[in-house]
């Protein structure tokens, strides 16, 4: 399965000296472990660095995830607090969840 996050932003003042870098998105399983696809190989976390952004995560077996955004300086570190975003994978329908957070995450 197939599963796209697409994380909305909005401009925002960012303390002084820190400089906006992107985007990470990540996805752990129901008990907070690392994802890893159909292949068993690990599902890394994808750093977004222009917009739109848009994280495609390929071969997610069916199970309960999280999927979470938060926004990066240019050293990686994080900026302000992180979104996260609970859905569940079933192979058998493709499904979307939008949450108010600015999150939204397609399943197909």
Known sequence: M????TVATAAAALPAGLVFGGIKVSLTDSKSNPV??????????QTLTAAPYVAEFNNVPDGAYS???????TTG???GNAITQAFTVNSAAP??????????????
């Open 36 to 45: 890893v696809d159909s292949t068993g190989a690990p599902v890394a976390a």
């Open 67 to 73: 999927a979470t955004a938060a926004a990066i300086d």
């Open 2 to 5: 197939k599963v796209t996050v």
């Open 77 to 79: 570190g994080d900026i």
């Open 95 to 108: 499904a979307t969840y939008d949450s108010p957070q600015g999150i939204t995450i397609t399943a197909n």
